[in-house]
């Protein structure tokens, strides 16, 4: 599988354009779509799910064009909007079986194994019968992520996907997509949580601003860290300081004050020990200095 998109545009009749001559391969496998809000991801997300045209550009996946076989791609598709929402008159189990026989599963018997299973993945079996509407908010994330998987789709993107999930929940989601791109799946995973790209993803993409700014594995991101990350002991009367001068990545209480982790080009006279970066540290530095630079010269 493999999703290849080609100078991709989207500008909108106000004017603004939300990306910008995007060009990038996606292959089978967790690909990480990172960036803050309003970078372009859930403009591309939903270019790539059929809701919406690009102004310029093309996508491909394998030998079909997203604009001429638009019906034969969305039946591989699965997808988790960000702003999930669902028939709030219809059960869990309802719901997702409504999902079900829309995504092909047309026998009865085939379609009630394929529910149940997947609620029982995603935690929600025991509340099968309780009101759609009524769940709390990380059990209607679960659901909305249950409905981008049913019917085993080739292509599954997700919107943010772990938002409002707590940290165990966030486990489950991450461990469910780690085993399906196992299989011959493509799997977009669009979110601002380095975690969820750290975690799970072989590739990912960095979207600043509608542009491509960094396209690679985690890893060779991380190594464009490497000797600018430091830990700074200071003063509660140095840490107003410390903000100003340096994004800073953390601050730690010590017994002598605190333990302060900055990203920089340069200490600037500060006295620090090296800190082994990681895909956080990585993200900051890489959209403070290198990133952030570069558009502010454009």
């Given at each position: 599988m493999q999703i290849s998109i080609e100078q991709l545009t989207k500008t909108y009749s106000n004017g603004k354009t939300a990306i910008?001559?995007?060009?990038?391969?996606?292959n089978s496998g967790m690909f990480?779509?990172?960036?803050?809000?309003?970078?372009?991801?859930?403009?591309?997300?939903?270019?790539?799910?059929?809701?919406?045209g690009a102004s310029e550009g093309r996508v491909r996946v394998n030998d079909l064009d997203l604009v001429k076989d638009r019906k034969a791609i969305r039946s591989m598709l699965g997808?988790?909007?960000q702003d999930f929402r669902f028939f709030s008159k219809l059960s869990?189990?309802?719901?997702?079986?409504?999902?079900?026989?829309?995504a092909g599963l047309k026998k009865t018997a085939q379609r009630r194994d394929a529910v149940?299973?997947?609620?029982?993945?995603?935690?929600?079996?025991?509340?099968r019968d309780r009101a759609a509407n009524k769940l709390s908010g990380g059990m209607k994330r679960r659901l909305g992520i249950a409905q981008a998987?049913?019917?085993?789709?080739?292509?599954?993107?997700?919107?943010?996907?772990?938002?409002?999930?707590?940290?165990?929940?966030?486990?489950?989601?991450r461990n469910i997509l780690s085993d399906l791109s196992q299989q011959e799946v493509i799997?977009?995973?669009?979110?601002?949580?380095?975690?969820?790209?750290?975690s799970a993803c072989y590739q990912m993409a960095l979207l600043h601003e509608g542009h491509l700014a960094y396209c690679g594995s985690p890893e060779t991101l991380v190594e464009k860290?490497?000797?600018?990350?430091?830990?700074?002991?200071?003063?509660?009367?140095?840490?107003?300081?410390l903000n100003q001068a340096f994004p800073v990545i953390a601050t730690i209480p010590a017994e002598n004050g605190w333990e302060v982790e900055v990203v920089a080009q340069h200490l600037n006279g500060y006295t620090a020990e090296p800190v082994e970066p990681n895909l956080e540290h990585a993200y900051v530095y890489f959209m403070e200095y290198e990133v952030g630079h570069a558009w502010h010269e454009n």
């Open positions: 910008h001559d995007i060009n990038l391969d996606i990480g779509l990172l960036g803050p809000n309003g970078a372009g991801k859930t403009t591309l997300m939903r270019i790539l799910v059929t809701l919406m997808y988790l909007p869990t189990w309802e719901f997702l079986d409504y999902v079900a026989a829309l149940d299973a997947m609620l029982e993945k995603v935690g929600l079996f025991e509340v998987l049913i019917g085993d789709p080739k292509i599954i993107i997700v919107d943010e996907p772990t938002t409002g999930l707590d940290p165990e929940e966030r486990i489950r989601f799997i977009v995973l669009s979110t601002h949580i380095v975690g969820d790209i750290s860290a490497k000797g600018h990350v430091w830990r700074i002991q200071a003063l509660d009367s140095e840490l107003d300081k």
